[in-house]
T-cell receptor, first 118, second 112 residues
Framework: GAGVSQSPRYKVAKRGQDVALRCDPI?????LFWYQQALGQGPEFLTY????????KSGLPSDRFFAERPEGSVSTLKIQRTQQEDSAVYLC????????????????FGNGTRLTVT | KQEVTQIPAALSVPEGENLVLNCSFT??????LQWFRQDPGKGLTSLLL?????REQTSGRLNASLDKSSGRSTLYIAASQPGDSATYLC???????????FGKGTKLSVKP
């Protein structure tokens, strides 16, 4: 596709519900990142994939958060038993595989999923 | 803990002014520093990426500089336009790959 696509665009969940957020990265992008952005704050790193391998999940705030990328393309971020503090925009980004090191590749972000937990 | 600070938090200028946005970071051992633009309700658009061995990057009316020794980066916008109104975020890659650390951003408003 032309860019990173995220769905749903908006999600309202009652406290305690499970949610699943989807990210379709740019076709062929090896690296995929998830970030959480609270209102008025900068994005905070959650987790990073290279192909299907989850290389860093140090930013996941609790064991209620789980991310996967089973075939190395589409990724899903799942939040179990949602809490009000989970309300935020969840951003997905991917980067160009042609660069030798992903940290020197500009990230391409999706428009995010705004999660509101009531 | 590595931190990124952006000053000012908000800025309002008349159209046509040149302006400077500031970013400071606590860890000089960075791989690169990036500037992003975020429009309301949207994701982030990468504007400029400065690798650790570089001092500056330019794209059109934008110029970003990097001084690792002082832990500072600036984004210079020349001849500002109303379409430049957005939040500008700086971020750097720290010690672990994938861990892009962001500032809170500067919200810019350019008045026609």
């Amino acid at each position: 596709g032309a860019g990173v696509s995220q769905s749903p665009r908006y999600k309202v969940a009652k406290r305690g519900q499970d949610v699943a957020l989807r990210c379709d990265p740019i076709s062929g992008h090896v690296s995929l990142f998830w970030y959480q952005q609270a209102l008025g704050q900068g994005p905070e790193f959650l987790t990073y994939f290279q192909n299907e391998a989850q290389l860093d999940k140090s930013g996941l705030p609790s064991d209620r958060f789980f991310a996967e990328r089973p075939e190395g393309s589409v990724s899903t971020l799942k939040i179990q038993r949602t809490q009000q503090e989970d309300s935020a925009v969840y951003l997905c980004a991917s980067s160009n595989p042609m660069d030798r090191s992903s940290y020197n590749s500009p990230l391409h972000f999706g428009n995010g999923t705004r999660l509101t937990v009531t | 803990k590595q931190e990124v600070t952006q000053i000012p938090a908000a800025l309002s200028v008349p159209e046509g002014e040149n302006l400077v946005l500031n970013c400071s970071f606590t860890d000089s051992a960075i791989y690169n520093l990036q500037w992003f633009r975020q429009d309301p309700g949207k994701g982030l658009t990468s504007l400029l990426l400065i690798q650790s061995s570089q001092r500056e990057q330019t794209s059109g009316r934008l110029n970003a500089s990097l001084d690792k020794s002082s832990g500072r980066s600036t984004l210079y916008i020349a001849a500002s336009q109303p379409g430049d109104s957005a939040t500008y975020l700086c971020a750097f890659y720290g010690g672990s790959q994938g861990n892009l650390i962001f500032g809170k951003g500067t919200k810019l408003s350019v008045k026609p």
